[in-house]
């Protein structure tokens, strides 16, 4: 079955800490995304890549990193630097090439302690 | 003022019932639109995409208003199961021609027996 993973479902966090959460997809998409979503509020666009080792910064980048060394990864970390990480994070990719028609993970539900 | 915006709701709706949503979006020179479901917890679901002349798929309707820069989503015979959150996406694309992908912030949707 051809989707888009995303690991943990939950994520806990304690104060200073980075922590990585995972997006993988085989739909053989080039662009993939990361999104926030807090409790009532639209997505929001944190970073995005169009091509393998390449990649943007979004609306909300700060006290986040990524990296996209294959075409099927594109991993998250929530560094210490953000100081208001709890939410839902959301990956997504597309065929890219002005397709943008995005397709979702389940999501990961990150929780400070 | 928001580049997409929609009314927040809760539209809360007999089973039965038509029900429509209006999203109004900023840049002219957006190129395309796109309505997604989302229920509680879950991730972003694509409903369906929004064309020029308008389209349908079973019980829903889209169009697209380029002259007052809206779309707008029927939902005719509401079902329970039709009970979550609409998002409104648009792709706007820039003066560089980058596209960019702007979520509203979602229609919440109450279907009662």
């Known amino acids: 079955d051809g989707g888009i993973t995303q690991s943990p479902k939950y994520l806990f966090r304690k104060e200073g800490q980075n922590v990585t959460l995972s997006c993988e997809q085989n739909?053989?998409?080039?662009?993939m995304y990361w999104y926030r979503q807090d409790p009532g509020q639209g997505l929001r666009l944190i970073y995005y890549?169009?091509?393998?080792?390449?990649?943007q910064k979004g609306d909300i980048a700060e006290g986040y990193s990524v990296s996209r060394e294959k075409k099927e990864s594109f991993p998250l970390t929530v560094t210490s630097a953000q100081k208001n990480p709890t939410a839902f994070y959301l990956c997504a990719s597309s065929y890219g090439g002005g397709e943008e028609t995005q397709y979702f993970g389940p999501g990961t539900r990150l929780l400070v302690l | 003022r928001k580049e997409v915006e929609q009314d927040p709701g809760p539209f809360n709706v007999p089973e039965g019932a038509t029900v429509a949503f209006n999203c109004t979006y900023s840049n002219s020179a957006s190129q395309s639109f796109f309505w997604y479901r989302q229920d509680c917890r879950k991730e972003p679901k694509l409903l369906m995409s929004v064309y020029s002349s308008g389209n349908e798929d079973g019980r829903f309707t889209a169009q697209l208003n380029r002259a007052s820069q809206y779309i707008s989503l029927l939902i005719r015979d509401s079902k329970l199961s039709d009970s979550a959150t609409y998002l409104c996406v648009v792709n706007m694309r820039g003066y560089s021609s980058a596209s960019k992908i702007i979520f509203g912030s979602g229609t919440r949707l109450s279907i009662r027996p």
């Open positions: 890549s169009q091509i393998v080792n390449d990649f």
């Open positions: 739909l053989n998409h080039d662009a």
